[in-house]
């Protein structure tokens, strides 16, 4: 999981297993960004769509601005707010560019803290490319 800039240029990033949904991953993942300030806004996808994620990045500063889900009955954001979404290509865009390096697209280390150290590595080579 990452999370990018309007940029599209890496804030954090960290891994997990695959039996976990992303919406738990969220505030881990902020915990671990490279920079100290916290973005205003998070866009998502429609998993990201929980009232229980949108109450804890609150209390960060942070508002959720994800489609909601078909079988939500309260909806909790206008369409002024969910124009922002069609700018997700740039989280793509950001894993294209991790995506070019071998060690990441293929996991060949056997623990996780190593594979995480050639993804972090990854982004730092992405940022230095681009700043």
Excluded at 53 to 60: E, G, I, N, Q, V
Excluded at 94 to 117: P, S
Aim: proline share 2%; glycine share 6%.
């Amino acid at each position: 999981m990452a999370v990018a800039d309007g940029n599209g240029l890496p804030i954090a990033v960290g891994i997990a297993s695959g039996e976990r949904a992303e919406v738990t991953l969220v505030e881990e993942v902020l915990d671990q960004r490279f920079i100290d300030d916290v973005p205003e806004n998070l866009i998502g996808d429609r998993a990201y769509d929980s009232n229980r994620l949108d109450a804890d990045l609150k209390k960060r500063g942070i508002e959720m601005i994800a489609p909601h889900l078909r079988t939500r009955k309260h909806f909790t954001q206008d369409g002024r707010r969910l124009r922002r979404y069609r700018r997700r290509w740039k989280i793509e865009r950001l894993f294209a560019w991790m995506m070019r390096l071998g060690r990441v697209v293929t996991r060949y280390e056997r623990k996780a803290d190593n594979f995480l150290g050639f993804v972090k590595l990854a982004c730092i080579a992405i940022l230095l490319r681009r700043v």
